[in-house]
């Protein structure tokens, strides 16, 4: 019986779909032209710009310091919730497991708009401090699940195995449960990265002066009107994130799968 | 008397003690800063606004008075049905992509993967960025309409309501793909191989089996594409037009324009509602085993009532 | 009895791979059909080309006299039971033994009754609304046969339909099978790596092997005349002894010279000529044991040897007995309680007798080579 040919074809236009803006944008950030409705030759000027620009890169330090101290926190405490879901079923943890899932259904936008409202109710001023509380709360949840997913393959007699021996828990910890678990808390942590630096919603909602980060600094160009140079920024800034994911799928392809 | 309830709480202690140290940080983390939070939304609602834009003192019914006027239920059906629209296009699109994407050779399949997710993994605004050119005034796409004669050169691709579905399709997209893979990955595909050979059709075959199998990936796919199309809040703002706002939009226009918290507050109110109902409705239907799930439901007369006796 | 299944030198490849070369076979109506063979020996392809999930490169597939090779699996007249049952799993054991017949759209009251007939063959009413996931892997496959059986198939298909259930409950299912053969008479073609199923069910066994059927015949003709090596050790355990071909005695006999053992009488099912290379293959329970020297007629093999290896199995022992170079397997089933015999042990020296009529010589077909001792009985 000879396959279908209408999920291949699905595929494919999805695809198209999918890559025609990230193309078109790729070739306008070389196009001399503002708007790209004609090719006016191929220039670097627009990478130029973007280079002198200085407001860019004080987002580009509020991004990377939100980022990693968000990271450092939210994996550490994500983590910690992942091995008590896993290792206890107590109505305490029926509680637990509930708090930590409704961050992930929650729009962003109830999201940014409670804590606002939480700061403003505390007379908490808003600055770099309110950007990352705000990012460790949703990224525990994310580093939580992506850890309690790996824990499902995880066999407990390993650490019984340890305590057979005479490990005491700090030997467990460090010698058994971090080796082991290693490849799913640092899929959480770079998982709590990457959606720190995306987030734009809820930062924009807690948000002070001065502790704009990159996707924030990026809506108010696209809102005033000075997109010019946001092609080219784009296309670094895609460049970039593209070459992180496919260099950790392909390590972790080649990493022995516990 | 005393030394007994104290070596109850001690043995008490001794037991959950570790238990409850281990949850205390995420715990009680994300009670301070997600469960509170959410709470006051519904309560700041019935504060007054101040003319700082801070959060007055007392209590007040005005806000939802103001809820009441005739342009909000307004905003909130177009914001249900454009979310409703956006998920059941991504689902059309997903479930053939998704199938065709669980029967590739698992060594091809982890690429073609990556390529389906890839553009999820840019930045969300430049996303939105990349459909402005797209569809810009300027742009290529409408100027070779133009040029062709199917748009008139003062029509406008962007800022209208098709252009925030069709970026919110694009968003969500890859939200639909991977649930519906992942069932269709766990799909037994002997079993269209089995409906074959019982006499069905391919397309037989594909509706009796296929996706009632996949429920649960589909309800999933529903979930994570219908949700936060609800709260959309960037994607009407930078490519549709005031005739195309949804709730998202108010509440940012009441928080950083008006200066009004208690009236945003309400608002998110109103959309937490919103939310809360279609994941009610799916936590029914799946807490109801999929087995207990009658699928294949014939139009009135007897469920084979025979065969049982 | 006349063939309801002719296949005509069918070919199937996968790239540049055959995996089905040239078979012919035809099926008897109402018999048991076994395909047996290891696994990757085409088997299940040559199955689901009957069942029409592949087509065959070339070659036909006659059913009742119309070639069927190009016809899609929902229009033949032909029903597969699948090696892990494929039950749907969202539909209740009624409703996946309906599914064929509300595929055909065929009325509502029919359904029920057909429905409720399978359900008395299989003998599964209590569970009629559960769902697969419900019930055991025995009442799966009562289920699968029920939801084909309802097709009034031509053939019945069933692909290693026991390999996934446990010893006790496939001697149960074995039963099962030749109890519901027994009772819709249709022609069932089973696909099976397990000798023993296929030998207790089958009226016909085709063993396949890299493609090719290797021998086709009754289960007592292959397991005592088969024609080649493979099929000598892939049907039981056998004893091969390669030699030469020392003379021919009158019509019937030849007397083999077995290096490493000596000369042996065996019975020529074929005309040999002296010279010829050949593989004698010859069953262990063939052979009698005995501690004191009997004294045979000439038609008997003698030959001394010394016990290796004792495997008491209950109802038989297995002996490994060191015999000139060879290592023979022999089988002694236990017709007399074993402990009021003086039991013969380890090392200790013991005859060997065998009758002429009970070796067999292959037909050493694509030249299969007679001076390579095998593993099993090599020095």
């Not at chain 2, 715990?27 to 700041?44: A, D, G, H, K, R």
């Not at chain 3, 019975?267 to 290379?277: H, L, M």
Request: proline share 6%; aromatic share 10%.
């Amino acid at each position: 019986m000879k396959p279908s040919r209408v999920p291949l074809y699905t595929t494919l236009a999805v695809l198209a779909f999918l890559y025609l803006p990230i193309v078109v944008m790729t070739v306008q950030s070389f196009n001399a032209a503002r708007y790209g409705g004609e090719w006016k030759g191929f220039t670097f000027s627009w990478y130029a710009k973007l280079f002198e620009d200085r407001s860019i890169w004080s987002a580009t330090r509020n991004t990377l310091v939100v980022a990693i101290s968000c990271t450092a926190v939210s994996t550490i405490i994500g983590s910690l919730a992942a091995w008590v879901l896993h290792r206890y079923r107590t109505r305490l943890q029926r509680l637990h497991y509930l708090v930590t899932y409704a961050p992930l259904v929650v729009p962003d936008i109830l999201m940014g708009i409670s804590l606002l409202l939480f700061y403003v109710n505390l007379k908490i001023l808003l600055g770099l401090g309110t950007v990352i509380l705000a990012h460790v709360t949703f990224c525990i949840s994310y580093v939580a699940f992506v850890v309690l997913g790996r824990l499902q393959d995880f066999d407990y007699s390993l650490v019984e195995a340890a305590q057979d021996l005479g490990a005491g828990w700090g030997r467990i910890v460090f010698r058994v449960l971090l080796p082991v678990l290693g490849p799913g808390i640092l899929a959480g942590a770079m998982l709590a990265f990457t959606l720190s630096v995306d987030d734009f919603v809820i930062t924009f909602f807690v948000a002070g002066p001065g502790s704009s980060t990159l996707p924030v600094h990026i809506y108010s160009m696209i809102k005033h009107g000075s997109t010019t140079v946001i092609n080219a920024l784009s296309v670094l800034f895609m460049t970039v994130t593209f070459a992180v994911v496919v260099i950790s799928q392909f390590f972790s392809r080649n990493r022995p799968v516990h | 008397m005393i030394t007994r309830l104290g070596r109850w709480v001690l043995s008490r202690l001794r037991r959950f003690l570790p238990e409850w140290l281990l949850t205390a940080p995420s715990l009680l983390w994300l009670l301070l800063f997600f469960v509170i939070p959410s709470l006051l939304v519904f309560t700041v609602a019935f504060r007054p606004p101040d003319p700082y834009g801070r959060i007055g003192e007392g209590w007040t019914l005005d806000t939802l008075a103001r809820l009441m006027q005739p342009s909000y239920p307004a905003i909130l059906w177009r914001t249900l049905r454009v979310s409703m629209v956006t998920t059941l296009v991504c689902l059309v699109m997903a479930v053939p992509a998704g199938y065709w994407l669980a029967r590739q050779p698992a060594s091809r399949r982890h690429w073609t993967l990556l390529l389906v997710i890839l553009p999820f993994w840019t930045n969300f605004l430049i996303r939105i960025f990349a459909w402005r050119t797209v569809l810009h005034p300027e742009g290529f796409l409408q100027t070779s309409l133009v040029k062709l004669g199917i748009l008139s050169s003062n029509a406008s691709l962007l800022y209208n309501e098709g252009a925030v579905l069709v970026v919110l399709i694009y968003t969500y997209l890859p939200f639909a793909i991977m649930p519906v893979y992942a069932a269709a990955e766990r799909f037994d595909f002997q079993l269209l191989d089995a409906a074959q050979d019982l006499g069905a059709t391919r397309f037989q075959a594909f509706v009796r089996v296929f996706l009632p199998s996949i429920q649960i990936g589909l309800l999933t796919a529903t979930l994570m594409v219908f949700i936060p199309a609800l709260g959309s809040y960037a994607i009407p703002d930078l490519v549709g037009g005031p005739s195309s706002e949804m709730v998202g939009n108010k509440i940012a226009q009441r928080v950083f324009t008006d200066r009004n918290l208690p009236h945003a507050s309400g608002l998110s109110a109103l959309l937490a509602l919103a939310v809360i109902l279609p994941m009610v409705i799916a936590m029914v239907v799946r807490s109801r085993h999929p087995d207990k799930v009658p699928v294949e439901r014939e139009k009135g007369g007897p469920r084979e009532g025979g065969a049982q006796g | 009895m006349e063939s309801i299944l002719e296949i005509k030198t069918v070919n199937k490849a996968f790239g540049a791979q055959r995996v089905v070369r040239d078979v012919s076979l035809s099926v008897k109506r109402g018999e048991v059909f076994s395909l047996l063979g290891p696994s990757g020996c085409g088997k299940t392809t040559l199955l689901r080309m009957i069942a029409g999930f592949e087509r065959p490169d070339s070659g036909s597939i006659l059913l009742d006299g119309t070639d069927v090779a190009q016809l899609p699996p929902n229009r033949r007249q032909v029903n597969t039971v699948f090696q892990n049952y494929a039950l749907f799993p969202h539909l209740s054991v009624a409703d996946n033994i309906a599914f064929g017949l509300r595929a055909e759209g065929k009325p509502k009251i029919e359904i029920q009754e057909e429905v409720h007939r399978m359900l008395d063959l299989i003998r599964m009413h209590e569970h009629a609304h559960k769902k697969p996931s419900q019930i055991s892997g025995g009442q799966k496959q009562r289920v699968a046969i029920a939801r084909a059986l309802i097709k009034k198939p031509k053939i019945l298909l069933l692909d290693e339909p026991l390999a996934a259930l446990d010893l006790k409950l496939r001697q149960h299912m074995l039963l099962e099978l030749d109890r519901i053969h027994d009772e819709v008479g249709i022609t069932f073609i089973y696909v099976t790596h397990d000798q023993d199923e296929a030998m207790s069910l089958s009226d016909h066994i085709a063993i396949m092997n890299e493609g090719v059927i290797e021998q086709l015949g009754t289960p007592a003709e292959v397991y005592e005349l088969p024609k080649s090596r493979f099929v000598a050790e892939f049907i039981g355990d056998t004893n091969l002894f390669p030699g030469k071909v020392a003379s021919v005695e009158g019509s019937d006999y030849c007397h083999l010279e077995v290096p490493g053992l000596g000369k042996i009488l065996a019975y020529q099912d074929r005309p040999v000529a002296p010279g010829e290379n050949v593989t004698l293959s010859l069953r262990p329970e063939k052979f009698n044991l005995s501690r004191e020297k009997p004294t045979v007629p000439s038609i008997q093999n003698l030959l001394p040897g010394v016990v290796d290896t004792i495997i008491y199995m209950g109802s038989e022992t297995r002996y490994v007995v060191r015999c000139g170079e060879f290592k023979l397997n022999v089988l002694r089933q236990h017709n007399r309680c074993l402990l009021e015999e003086k039991p013969i042990t380890w090392e200790d020296s013991v005859w060997l007798t065998w009758h002429a009529d009970d070796g067999n010589i292959l037909q050493s077909t694509n030249g299969t080579p007679a001076t390579t001792p095998n593993a099993d009985s090599a020095p």
